[in-house]
């Protein structure tokens, strides 16, 4: 029977049977702006396929030959002892070594053994020697052979062996049969679930390739878990601004600062152009320093990835706000300093991101798809990349 009302009604006297109210079709997204750009430019300008879970590649690299002595000699010493180092061995007979403090050169007359440096003194000097210091840096500079002379002491050298893991990657969406063809205001839910999980799976490739650590769980058993490294914590290179640098304030790091360590340190070695990928707080620190310097920069090859530039005589250091570095808080003051020429994307043959259809049971009444991934990270060399992280402010 149907319900009597007297009187004037207004339209918050209707239930939501009578009122459906209005809804804006489908739905919004809010996501960050581009979830994965290392990801990105990594798969598009350095991937490469592997055959096996576990990848490796040799690191080599040209060497400083550089000694300290171990305890102070005098000026007409012609034993030197020197503390362990591998920069020993290079220091053959008839080398020349400087000693950077007091600039005296002397000449190895034996092959260095271990700790014991033979030398004579004061090459150039009429013999004249200086004192060393316990703690002084010497630095093979050259080779002086006589004439008439024999070979010098061959020397060789082997690689560092490096290795990493590729990842199993999955993301899986499912709706039941009757909600597939229910109609829903925000659209087709299948569309939807879709949608979400390829972005939640590329970001979980991104994270992993930042905040991942190398690990091989149950490595001889039939079915072994296993871990891809990623930057964060496998980098050697760091720029920790936490105690401060140089004496100052903890977290600060001045224009200078940074400057200096753009030439000691990040462009060191590998590449004169770096991406950095950056959290809002470092990222705005840049912003606040050497505006003249920052030029927007379309660079070849970024794929849709914007970058800013910063041009120093060292060279040029591309910025980039990293999306997820705003979503996870202890990122904000962190700069992850990427040399793309020696870092790959590794993903396992026939591998590579995909869609798997229908892996739901036979019995089953629902539609199950998954997105999956195997790959990893290569690091072909550690030092070109740089992690600078506590920074909090400037001077």
């Given at each position: 029977m149907s319900t009597t009302f007297q009187g004037l009604r207004g339209t918050g006297q209707f239930s939501v049977d009578f009122r459906p109210k209005n809804y804006r079709e489908l739905y919004t997204l809010?996501?960050?702006?581009?979830?994965?750009?290392?990801?990105?430019?990594?798969?598009?300008?350095?991937s490469e396929s592997t055959d096996d879970p576990e990848?490796?590649?040799?690191?080599?690299?040209?060497?400083?030959r550089t000694m300290f002595t171990g305890a102070a000699a005098t000026n007409v010493a012609t034993t030197i002892t020197l503390t362990s180092t591998d920069g020993n061995k290079y220091?053959?007979?008839?080398?020349l070594v400087l000693n950077i403090r007091t600039g005296e050169i002397v000449r190895v007359t034996a092959d260095t053994t271990g700790t014991t440096l033979t030398v004579t003194r004061g090459v150039g000097q009429a013999g004249a020697g200086v004192a060393m210091n316990s703690g002084d840096e010497l630095v093979?500079?050259?080779?002086?052979?006589?004439?008439?002379?024999?070979?010098?002491?061959?020397?060789?050298?082997?690689?560092?062996?490096?290795?990493?893991?590729?990842?199993?990657?999955?993301?899986?969406f499912s709706v039941t049969g009757t909600q597939e063809k229910t109609y829903l205001r925000t659209g087709n839910k299948l569309q939807e679930s879709m949608t979400k999980a390829l972005k939640m799976h590329m970001s979980d490739i991104e994270r992993a390739m930042f905040f991942g650590r190398k690990e091989e769980s149950g490595g001889t058993t039939a079915t072994p878990t296993r871990t891809t490294g990623g930057?964060?914590?496998?980098?050697?290179?760091?720029?920790?601004?936490?105690?401060?640098?140089?004496?100052?304030?903890?977290?600060?790091?001045?224009?200078?600062?940074?400057?200096?360590?753009?030439?000691t340190n990040v462009?060191?070695?590998?590449?004169?152009?770096?991406?950095?990928?950056?959290?809002?707080?470092?990222?705005s620190l840049l912003q606040r320093i050497a505006k003249n310097r920052w030029q927007p920069t379309d660079v070849g090859g970024t794929y849709g990835v914007s970058v800013n530039g910063y041009k120093t005589y060292a060279g040029d250091l591309m910025v980039h706000l990293h999306p997820q570095f705003r979503q996870i808080t202890g990122m904000s003051n962190t700069l992850v300093i990427v040399d793309f020429q020696y870092l790959k994307y590794r993903y396992m043959e026939g591998r590579d991101t995909q869609l798997l259809q229908n892996r739901q049971n036979n019995n089953e009444d629902r539609t199950l798809h998954e997105y999956m991934t195997e790959c990893g990270l290569e690091l072909l060399q550690d030092k070109p990349h740089t992690l600078v992280k506590g920074w909090n402010a400037i001077a």
């Open positions: 809010l996501e960050p702006n581009g979830s994965a750009p290392l990801n990105a430019l990594l798969a598009m300008t350095n990848y490796k590649n040799f690191r080599d690299e040209l060497p400083t220091a053959i007979a008839n080398a093979v500079i050259g080779f002086s052979a006589p004439e008439g002379g024999t070979t010098p002491t061959p020397l060789s050298f082997d690689a560092d062996v490096v290795s990493n893991y590729t990842q199993i990657f999955k993301t899986a930057l964060i914590y496998t980098l050697s290179n760091v720029i920790d601004v936490t105690p401060g640098l140089d004496g100052g304030a903890a977290g600060v790091m001045t224009e200078a600062q940074f400057d200096e360590r753009l030439i462009f060191a070695w590998g590449s004169k152009q770096k991406v950095a990928f950056g959290g809002p707080k470092a990222v």
